[in-house]
């Protein structure tokens, strides 16, 4: 787990765009009255997205100015969930790869690794050109299609070290590849194709009804059971 600290350089003030202020205010008004705090997270989500992808203290203070709660308790939000960052972060890709149990017993060192390479040896760190930044955060989710990064709002997954470079050399060239299994997976299904309902007589209909066959198949064969029992049993008569 990281350590979250605000960045030691930070803009004077901040302030959401006229777009954003109304956006807000659409925002907190979709909350009864005395639950504004609610909307604490898409606030600090848009005041990040305005401020090249970053969330500086000036902008946790007016959120927190904005929907009337305590400084401190929006500072909480904002230094607990990943989602939020504390400082600059690349321009066109800040690459977080996820460590936890399932990505790391599936290469999520090597992904590490991709990014010690690509980006900067270090994470929280930009590139040499500004493009890109990376960092190791906790689950995002996607634990079924483990390893796997996220980029702002978009996840890429089943990766292998070769798999990311192509993601990062996407962004790079402007072309990131589409978000989700790298691999051609639909979803979450299993990797090796499926191994259970896969004859298509079960989804074509002509089974409709069969159970009633088997029904009628297992009481037959129920009543011969008893039948074939109770005379073995019975008493022999005497002639
Ligand atoms: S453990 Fe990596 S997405 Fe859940």
Not at 67 to 95: D, K, N
Not at 139 to 144: N, P, R
Request: glycine residues 8%; neutral net charge.
């Amino acid at each position: 787990m990281s350590v979250r600290r605000l960045h030691p350089e930070q803009p004077k003030n901040f302030a959401f765009t006229p777009e954003n202020e109304a956006w807000a205010a659409a925002t907190i008004a979709k909350y009864p009255p005395g639950k504004q705090a609610s909307a604490v997270i898409p606030l600090l989500m848009r005041a990040q997205e305005q401020h090249k992808n970053w969330l500086p203290e000036p902008a946790i203070r007016h959120v927190a100015e904005k929907l009337g709660m305590a400084y401190i308790r929006v500072y909480e939000v904002a230094t607990f969930y990943t989602q939020f960052q504390l400082g600059p972060v690349g321009t066109t890709a800040h690459v977080q790869v996820c460590g936890t149990t399932p990505c790391m017993l599936r290469g999520a060192e090597g992904l590490k690794d991709v990014c010690r390479k690509k980006i900067h040896t270090d994470q929280f760190h930009l590139s040499a050109d500004g493009a890109f930044s990376w960092e190791e955060v906790e689950c995002a989710g996607t634990c079924a299609n483990a390893p796997m990064v996220q980029i702002f709002a978009d996840t890429y997954e089943d990766l292998t070290p070769e798999l990311l470079e192509k993601v990062i050399d996407g962004y790079a060239r402007g072309t990131p590849p589409k978000p989700g299994s790298q691999i051609g997976r639909k979803a979450s299904s299993p990797a090796g194709g499926f191994t259970a309902l896969t004859d298509p007589a079960l989804y074509d209909g002509s089974t409709l009804g069969g159970w009633q066959h088997r029904l009628a198949e297992i009481d037959a064969k129920s009543a011969l059971t008893a039948a074939a029992s109770a005379s073995a049993t019975a008493p022999e008569k005497k002639p």
